[in-house]
Structures are given as C-alpha cells and as structure tokens.
C-alpha cells in the first residue's frame, strides 16, 4: 500500500499510539462513521427507481413522487458522504508534482491549503448553509415546482451537517499533516 495521506493505518507498529494519533483515530471514527451509515441512503434510492420504471413501463402509472425522492436522495447520500471520501484520500487531486515532493513537504503544502483555503471555505460553507437551513425550516418549505410539494427543510438541513462533518474531519487531516511533518512520512 502506498503512504498517502490517510491511506496507513494506525496500528502499524513504527507508529505508537500518542495523544496526536489517538486523536486523529476518534476524528477518523467520525467519518468513517457516518459514511457507512450514510452509504445505506443508496438502498431507497434504488428502491424508488426501480418502483418507478416498473409502474411506469408495465403498469403505465408514473408516479409523481419518484424523481423527486430519487434527486433528494441522491444529492443527501452524496454530499453526506463528503467527510468519508475526504477521510479515505479520495477526493480529485492533482498529483503532477505533488508525487513527486517528500512526503513531508507533501504535508507542509496539505497544511498550508487547509489553513489557508479549506477552513476557511468549509466555514463560510457552514455560516451560510446553516442561515439558509433555518429559514427554510422557518418557512416550512416545500418544492414549488413538484406536483405534489414535498417539504425540503430536511434535505436542506443535510447541507450545514456537510459542512460540519467536512470540519471535524478537516481537523483530522491537520493532525494528520503535523504528525507527517514531525515524523516525515504519512502514518
């Protein structure tokens, strides 16, 4: 296995259990977490698809729920699975020249771009989403453009909890980086 960030495990035995690691270990726990309990969300999904062509294409009674279910769904498992994919090093990253660093100026660049970038994004994310979460459960929001006007305040509370996760897990990708520059690779 390649030494990436995120990608060694923690019970490796050139790396003893410290306060950095146990900490990083709960954080991990976090995302890991809530990103298998959220990878279920794709079973209802499946569910209201397949329900749907089946009435539609054998029964010819389309239903007027299943698109919107299918579009809420989709868009709460992706983004709630946002902190897991972070956790597991999955996100698109240029490597051109980053595979090419050390591994520990590999981190010094990753602390820098949370520092300087993520924090800052992922809280200013959180700062608005949340604003915009409580005024649509304020209003009892409900989509205008569906024919039968489900609410939407639940899927849109999903955003600042995004955001959140991304956070706790964004503090675990800083430890990550300080342990990978004190020791000068990735755990």
């Given amino acids: 296995m390649a030494d990436t960030p995120g990608s ?8 003893p259990q410290t306060v950095l690691r146990t900490w990083i270990d709960r954080l991990d726990k976090v995302g890991i977490w809530t990103g298998k309990l959220f990878a279920w969300l794709i079973i209802p999904m499946v569910g209201a698809l397949v ?4 009435v539609r294409y054998f029964f010819e009674a389309p239903t007027m729920w299943a698109y919107d279910m299918t579009f809420m769904l989709y868009g709460t498992h992706f983004m709630l699975g946002a902190a897991f994919t972070l956790q597991k090093g999955a996100h ?19 602390l820098s771009i949370y520092l300087i970038c993520y924090f800052p994004g992922v809280g200013f994310f959180l700062f608005v989403s949340t604003e915009y979460a409580l005024k649509s459960w ?6 205008v453009t569906s024919p039968w006007l489900p609410i939407v305040y639940p899927f849109k509370t999903v955003i600042p909890l995004t955001a959140a996760l991304l956070l706790v897990q964004g503090v675990s990708e800083v430890l990550k980086c300080i342990e990978a520059i004190k020791r000068g690779r990735w755990a």
């Fill in 92 to 110: 698109i990253r240029t490597d051109f020249f980053y595979r090419l660093w050390s591994q520990r100026t590999q981190a010094v660049v990753d």
């Fill in 51 to 54: 329900y749907e062509v089946i």
């Fill in 8 to 15: 060694g495990p923690a019970s490796r035995p050139d790396y």
């Fill in 138 to 143: 304020e209003q009892s929001e409900r989509i």
